[in-house]
């Protein structure tokens, strides 16, 4: 065991608390987090205290600000205190009038404790409830001032420190991980010139066109308010009822019925801000900009009965994916592309760019790669920084700007707002997560929980006595674009806006005809737990005007005949562009590496040991996560060595897996043979499409769960290797591990 782990990959960044320092921990040993006054320079204090403040504050430094050193705690080494740092003797009783008496009200160290843990939690977030972190950097190719003068984008190889938060939007804080559900990716860059939150989806399009409806869309998709089921699904009626009625959601309706929806990990999915924004220059210049990030390990998704068995095996999968990536080394990466287009040019699209529910095909703005962003470190703290973050649309610098979306324009005001109730104050900017790392100086005062010390007696602009600082910042600050606007205040939509259909159609013609069964397969189990009949055909009507095989495979799937399709809100002739290969996940392949890619080896007494060890340290030195599962934990002894079962067929079900090894070893075959767990692992493998390797006699174990007969019917399967020696088969299993998966021996069900 100790030799197969000594070769596993460790992060460097946190390298005494994980990988083989965390084996053994010093005892003891307490690390000092930095003293703040001293990166600032020495304070002079009459009694030598540093709290006393009667020392000069450190000039230009930002008391929110910098880095996390400054808040975070260590225990190690250290008794226990009360929040007011006196020491606690006895942390096991209360205090009581006699060992069999009441407890005294004046036990302060009890009541400060049950308080505080009474008072631990706070909301959970309206929407994106459910959701994982972690910190990296935004690492910019080359200076892109011709467009915008945002601090990241300035110079060749610039890196602004980010903290991006993953999530599902519909689910409870505790729900599962694989639901099937838009991913929030969200972004906030630390820049020099304030922080920049990014606010966005992994689906590039969005349900509804304007902020008014954003309270009816969630109302219809949280858990139904007499009941609250369904948890973390939008599989009921309420749901259904009102997308049914809201035909500009078919397009997005799509994508989210899609495999984008059931993402293998957060590191396989694509990122988009979603609305159109403005790019500045410093000449005062606009261009209109999409934001696009590219998973560097490719687009790669989950089928439909491995995220439903997910939910069981590992509630947690995506989080802990993420977490374990991280911890190894295997850094999640993207890449950022922009498209950048003109106000001309997009007078002359044929949809509304201020449309959230349209997107700007690659085809007629390409996407240009500007940067990679690269996650490279856990958090230390769940509640203190993924909990506590604090993402807001309204969070722009220098250099970014908004357009008219009034679905982007209500967000502005959202997200500021709902920090308020949710961290419980106006002063939630000062939560260590949250606090630029670029100074803040202005009169704002007061409030719950403020931190920062404000010196002096002005708090006011303009002022003299404080000789008239702190100052605008005139041209250096930030000044919206001059958009010129001139129109009648109404209630309404672009007549572009009632195109609900051109897109969805482009999206629906641009996938492979595996996609688009999926699509078909999810609509179906959707709409068969709706049990308002009405609501499934309305459903069905909408998809009629995007494509009648769409229309007719779900209304086969539902049991009826295709209805008549909905009525069209407007006369209008939308063209539909021409079919866009980027739209499908498929186009994403990725780098074809293995990294985090994790492989099953199933193992009993008696297999080949020698080999097993080869192939282990194989997939190992490229980054993969091989496991030896067998039927119980212990040992197995074969040809040569002993080997540790790292887990159980039990615990670790085959969908935790992105692949299966069935090593050779005659007598481990046979006890595997009679296990029902190996047979169902190895099932469910091969019908959630996933590479197998069996070697040897390892084919017998295919044989025995039906997949020999599967194959000898004539198909043929190229992801499913039967060799003769674990040599033979051990580079094309490795190759086939970094590709996507090849849906053809997929069928329905399962
Ligand atoms: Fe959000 N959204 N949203 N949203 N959203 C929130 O803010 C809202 C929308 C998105 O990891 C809330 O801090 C309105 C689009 C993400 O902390 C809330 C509208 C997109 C996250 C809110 C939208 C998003 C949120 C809940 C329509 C993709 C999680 C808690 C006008 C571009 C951020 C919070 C995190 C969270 C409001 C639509 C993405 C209530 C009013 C479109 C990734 O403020």
């Known amino acids: 065991s100790a030799e197969l782990s000594a070769a596993m990959p460790s992060?460097?960044?946190?390298?005494?608390?994980?990988?083989?320092?965390?084996?053994?921990?010093?005892?003891?040993?307490?690390v000092k987090p930095a003293d703040p006054l001293a990166v600032a320079g020495t304070v002079t204090e009459r009694n030598g205290s540093p709290k006393t403040g009667s020392g000069q504050p450190p000039q230009g430094e930002n008391h929110a600000g910098g880095s996390l050193d400054r808040v975070r705690v260590d225990s190690g080494g250290r008794a226990l205190t009360t929040n007011q740092g006196v020491p606690?003797?006895?942390?096991?009783?209360?205090?009581?009038?006699?060992?069999?008496?009441?407890?005294?009200?004046?036990?302060?160290?009890?009541?400060?404790?049950?308080t505080h843990f009474d008072h631990e939690r706070i909301p959970e977030r309206v929407v994106h409830a459910r959701g994982s972190a972690a910190h990296g950097y935004f690492e910019n190719y080359q200076p892109l001032g011709r467009f915008t003068k945002a601090a990241p984008f300035a110079e060749a190889g610039k890196r602004t420190p980010v903290f991006v938060r993953f999530s599902t939007v519909a689910g409870e804080r505790g729900s599962i991980d694989t639901a099937r559900d838009v991913r929030g990716f969200a972004v906030k860059f630390y820049t020099d010139e304030g922080n920049w939150d990014l606010v966005g989806n992994n689906i590039p399009v969005f349900f509804i066109q304007d902020a008014m409806k954003f309270p009816d869309l969630v109302h219809a998709v949280k858990p139904e308010p007499h009941f609250a089921m369904p948890q973390a699904s939008s599989a009921h009626d309420t749901y259904w009822d009102f997308v049914s009625l809201t035909p500009e959601s078919t397009h997005m309706l799509l994508w989210q019925m899609s495999d984008r929806a059931i993402p293998r990990s957060y590191r396989t999915m694509q990122g988009f801000g979603v609305h159109t924004f403005r790019l500045i220059n410093d000449q005062g210049e606009a261009v209109f900009c999409k934001f696009h990030w590219t998973p560097v390990a490719g687009t790669h998704s989950l089928v439909w009965d491995e995220a439903v068995k997910l939910g069981g095996a590992d509630p947690d999968f995506h989080r802990r994916d993420l977490w374990e990536a991280i911890e190894a080394g295997a850094y999640p990466e993207w890449e950022l592309g922009l498209q950048i287009f003109s106000e001309a040019q997009a007078e002359s699209f044929d949809f509304d760019v201020l449309d959230a529910t349209k997107l700007v095909p690659e085809e007629m703005v390409p996407v240009i790669p500007v940067g990679r962003l690269v996650l490279d470190r856990n958090p230390d703290n769940f509640f203190a920084e993924t909990e506590q973050v604090a993402f807001c649309t309204a969070h722009i610098i220098p250099g970014i700007d908004f357009t008219n979306d009034p679905l982007l324009q209500g967000r502005i005001h959202s997200y500021v707002d709902t920090q308020i109730s949710r961290l419980g104050g106006a002063n939630f900017h000062e939560i260590p997560i949250n606090a630029p790392l670029a100074q803040v100086h202005n009169n704002q005062r007061d409030g719950m929980h403020r931190q920062g010390i404000p010196r002096g007696r002005v708090a006011y602009e303009p002022n003299s006595l404080g000789g008239g600082c702190p100052f605008q910042a005139g041209m250096r600050g930030f000044t919206s674009f001059p958009e010129p606007v001139a129109e009648d205040k109404v209630r309404g939509k672009p007549e572009k806006f009632a195109d609900h259909y051109s897109q969805a159609r482009l999206f629906w013609r641009s996938q492979t005809a595996a996609e688009q069964q999926h699509i078909v397969n999810a609509f179906r189990f959707e709409l068969t737990?709706?049990?308002?009949?009405?609501?499934?055909?309305?459903?069905?009507?909408?998809?009629?005007?995007?494509?009648?095989?769409?229309?007719?495979?779900?209304a086969d799937g539902l049991g009826f005949t295709l209805p008549p399709a909905a009525p069209l809100v407007s006369d209008c002739d939308f063209p539909v562009p021409a079919p866009s290969p980027a739209l499908s996940l498929l186009s994403q392949p990725g780098d074809g590496s293995i990294r985090a890619r994790r492989v099953a080896i199933l193992v009993a007494e008696g297999v080949e040991t020698e080999d097993v060890a080869a192939l282990y340290q194989a997939i190992l030195a490229d980054g993969g996560v091989p496991r030896l599962l067998g039927v119980r934990l212990g040992q197995v002894t074969g040809?040569?060595?002993?080997?540790?079962?790292?887990?159980?067929?039990?615990?670790?079900?085959?969908?935790?897996?992105?692949?299966?090894?069935?090593?050779?070893?005659?007598?481990?075959?046979?006890?595997?043979?009679?296990?029902?767990?190996?047979?169902?692992?190895?099932?469910?493998?091969?019908?959630?499409?996933?590479?197998?390797?069996?070697?040897?006699?390892?084919?017998?174990?295919?044989?025995k769960a039906g997949i020999g007969a599967a194959l000898a019917e004539g198909a043929t399967d190229p992801a499913l290797l039967r060799v003769s020696t674990m040599k033979e088969g051990t580079k094309a299993f490795i190759a086939l591990l970094g590709k996507p998966r090849d849906y053809s021996r997929e069928v329905d069900p399962p």
């Open 639 to 703: 040809n040569g060595r002993t080997l540790p079962v790292e887990a159980t067929l039990e615990a670790m079900p085959a969908v935790l897996f992105d692949a299966l090894v069935i090593p050779d070893g005659e007598a481990a075959i046979a006890t595997l043979a009679q296990v029902g767990n190996a047979l169902e692992f190895v099932r469910d493998q091969y019908r959630h499409c996933k590479p197998i390797l069996a070697v040897g006699a390892g084919g017998r174990l295919l044989d």
């Open 529 to 554: 737990r709706v049990q308002v009949p009405a609501i499934r055909e309305r459903v069905v009507s909408l998809l009629v005007n995007v494509d009648e095989v769409l229309a007719q495979g779900v």
């Open 11 to 30: 992060n460097p960044n946190k390298p005494g608390e994980y990988g083989d320092a965390a084996r053994c921990p010093v005892t003891g040993a307490s």
């Open 88 to 114: 606690i003797a006895d942390n096991q009783n209360s205090l009581k009038a006699g060992l069999r008496g009441p407890t005294a009200l004046e036990d302060f160290i009890l009541r400060e404790k049950i």
